[in-house]
Nanobody, 121 residues
Framework: QVQLAESGGGLVQAGGSLRLSCAASGRTFSGYVLGWLRQAPGKEREFVAA????????THADSVKGRFTVSRDYAKSTVFLQMNSLRPEDTAVYYC??????????????WGQGTQVTVPS
């Protein structure tokens, strides 16, 4: 059974930092991209950042470039999202997801349960 288990969310003041973790288990993820998406109240789910599992190459949404960094620990099958300089508009539920290369996130094969990040204004 494939599981993506997020942790690390919480409440942080504007300008602060959080580190999210996503422990992936149940299969090998060769050929997959693992990423983070978020959904704020009343808004569509949006892409944040992703890492290609095999190569480690990364991509980030423009809204988080320079503030957030995605990475992976291949040996521990864990993906991280380091979030710095947090803003109130970063408040959302953050989801870890895994999709096969070439597919869209709407067709992701696996999702975590989500972790809440709150940055009060």
């Amino acid at each position: 059974q494939v599981q993506l288990a997020e942790s690390g969310g919480g409440l942080v003041q504007a300008g602060g930092s959080l580190r999210l973790s996503c422990a992936a288990s149940g299969r090998t993820f060769s050929g997959y991209v693992l990423g983070w998406l978020r959904q704020a109240p009343g808004k569509e789910r949006e892409f944040v950042a992703a890492v290609t599992w095999s190569s480690g190459s990364t991509t980030h949404a423009d809204s988080v470039k320079g503030r957030f960094t995605v990475s992976r620990d291949y040996a521990k099958s864990t993906v991280f999202l380091q979030m710095n300089s947090l803003r109130p508009e970063d408040t959302a539920v953050y989801y870890c997801a895994a999709r096969r290369g070439g597919r869209s996130w709407t067709a992701a094969d696996y999702w975590g349960q989500g972790t809440q990040v709150t940055v009060p204004s």
